[in-house]
């Protein structure tokens, strides 16, 4: 999405007349710039960009199955070409994901340039300010794990901004945390952003850029909270039931709607024959098979032969693991205390995380039997399979792969395709600005 694209003017109005349905009616105002913005205006622009980012979440779900190998097409779960749809800059989703992420930006940026305009020291503008910086970490982290650099934005603007490099994106992402930790405040709310959430996502992106001691650090501060793991397969189902409870949520959006729904099981219909996506062929009977631990609890809460079911969707038609009873407003969960607990698991490597590792485990199974020692590939391979186990069908297992550089893990993967774990620049946005401005990925 090109800034020449972007008609920032009216972005405040957007928020506000745009989300009306969803934020109660809210009755749009004319014309108002971000610096007349008062506290009940912030308050709905505020209520305003997570609704929007509810939409940016839900369209970037499915990617890290889909590319990582997890889902089959159809009910008969075979795989397809899964590689071969990035393969192409002019590729329908790679289009979509940098469209919705900079159109989403500006919103996030509006939101930010009229909490800067508020009275700072009010609790409504540091909510505020604490989301846009939050939320404007989660965009950039969602879009540089994808293409590496892109153009970096700190406030709304119709000017082209050329790519930026991927450590300058990085270091934004980190920065924006950092800030936003100023504001925000401990969860009372999962569904706001929190000091909780901030320090998930920063542990989460020190590890990716290799920095493991930041990475245990945010990880054990979510640990020791007062966040607690489920050892049940309804405890775990649970996360992802419309108004549930659980204690294991760090962050959830809360897709409270009236219309224009988002839902995630539409995409693993399980009442026809038609559904999108399923457990692929040779992942159902091997995806929770007894390992290091057996009677993995989440296998009833995800899997039913090859159907997905992890989020419930309201039908008691026996194969739903739990009932739901507002499937239409079910969380969409970004962050639990599992994140915490596999990320400084990696972070820390066999000698240490193998105790991470079991306090974990032990909290997901009947039983958990691991050796006293282990190589680093052993390790890594226990948890990228723990990583699959726990979020499969949340979009995780290509970001695993590319994190970790183990592509062998793939059952099809080109040969000398390493140039994929960069998605392609979308060649409707280089024939905008230019090559020059927007250098292509290598290897397309």
Avoid at 99 to 118: D, I, P, Y
Wanted: hydrophobic residues 40%; negative net charge.
């Amino acid at each position: 999405m090109t800034m020449k694209r972007i008609l920032v003017f009216g972005a405040c109005v957007l928020l506000l007349a745009g989300c009306a349905k969803q934020l109660g009616e809210i009755r749009p105002k004319h014309a108002i710039s971000s610096e007349a913005v008062n506290e009940s205006d912030l308050s709905k622009l505020t209520n305003g960009v997570l609704n929007k980012m509810e939409n940016f979440a839900v369209a970037f779900w499915y990617d890290g199955d889909y590319h990582g190998e997890n889902f089959g097409i159809g009910p008969g779960g075979k795989l397809i070409e899964a590689h071969d749809a990035l393969m192409s800059p002019s590729n329908s989703t790679s289009k979509d994901r940098w469209q919705s992420g900079f159109k989403t930006l500006m919103h996030v940026n509006e939101l930010l340039k009229s909490a800067n305009s508020s009275n700072p020291d009010n609790a409504v503008t540091k909510q505020a300010k604490g989301t846009a910086y939050f939320m404007r970490a989660y965009i950039y982290y969602s879009l540089v794990t994808r293409f590496g650099g892109v153009p970096v934005l700190k406030e709304p603007s119709m000017d082209v901004v050329p790519r930026a490099t991927e450590d300058a994106v990085w270091s934004l992402i980190i920065a924006d945390l950092l800030e936003a930790e100023k504001y925000l405040e401990p969860v009372s709310n999962v569904h706001r952003p929190s000091d909780e959430a901030v320090w998930t996502l920063l542990s989460k992106v020190y590890l990716w850029r290799g920095d493991k001691a930041n990475a245990i650090t945010y990880a054990d501060k979510v640990i020791n909270n007062s966040f607690v793991l489920g050892k049940t397969s309804a405890d775990y189902a649970s996360m992802f039931v419309a108004g549930n409870t659980s204690k294991e949520v760090v962050f959830a959006l809360a897709n409270k709607r009236t219309s224009s729904f988002l839902r995630i099981y539409e995409q693993y219909n399980d009442t026809d024959g038609s559904w999108s996506y399923a457990i692929a062929d040779d992942l159902v009977s091997t995806l929770f098979a007894d390992g290091y631990g057996s009677g993995d609890i989440r296998k009833a809460a995800t899997q039913v032969e090859a159907r997905v079911v992890k989020f419930p969707n309201g039908l008691k038609d026996g194969v739903q693991f739990v009932d739901n009873p507002e499937p239409s407003a079910s969380p969409i969960v970004l962050f639990r205390l599992a994140d915490a607990y596999l990320t400084k698991a990696e972070a820390q490597g066999a000698s240490a995380g193998i105790a991470t590792m079991k306090t974990f485990m032990e909290n997901r199974y009947a039983s958990v039997t691991l050796p006293d020692s282990m190589s680093e590939t052993e390790f890594q391979n226990l948890v990228l399979d723990e990583n699959n186990r726990e979020f499969y069908a949340e979009g995780r297992r290509w970001f695993d792969i590319k994190r970790t550089g183990r592509t062998d893990l793939y059952k099809e993967f080109p040969e000398n395709g390493n140039y994929l774990l960069l998605w392609p620049v979308p060649q409707d946005e280089i024939n905008l600005v230019g090559k020059d401005v927007y250098p292509q990925n290598p290897g397309y």
